[in-house]
């Protein structure tokens, strides 16, 4: 059973840094990306930042420069470096594995960011 456990959210000051962390287990398959997406009630689900399995990232529009993702594959670990922060990050952000074949999403709980202005 795959299990993402995230963990580093909280609450922090406009300008401030937080670091989330995201562990899977039960991976018994060949992983095509992990990432992380955010979303706001009554918004579409966001897509934050993305590490494929070779390396290769994706950023949003709304958090590149700011933002860094990173990894540990021997761990199936990955990180989001938030730096800068800004009160519209404030939302709940999601741990995401794409499993390769075949095509199959798994999400974690979700962990909740909260920048104060």
């Known amino acids: 059973q795959v299990q993402l456990v995230e963990s580093g959210g909280g609450l922090v000051q406009a300008g401030g840094s937080l670091r989330l962390s995201c562990a899977a287990s039960g991976i018994t398959f060949s992983i095509a990306s992990m990432g992380w997406y955010r979303q706001t009630p009554g918004k579409q689900r966001e897509m934050v930042a993305v590490i494929r399995s070779g390396g290769s990232t994706n950023y949003g529009d709304s958090v590149k420069g700011r933002f860094t993702i990173s990894s540990d594959t021997a761990k199936n670990t990955i990180y989001l470096q938030m730096n800068s922060l800004k009160p519209e990050d404030t939302t709940v952000y999601y741990c995401?594995?794409?499993?390769?074949?075949?095509?199959?999403?798994?999400w974690g709980q979700g962990t909740r960011v909260t920048v104060s202005s």
């Open positions: 995401n594995v794409v499993r390769r074949v075949p095509i199959f999403n798994y």
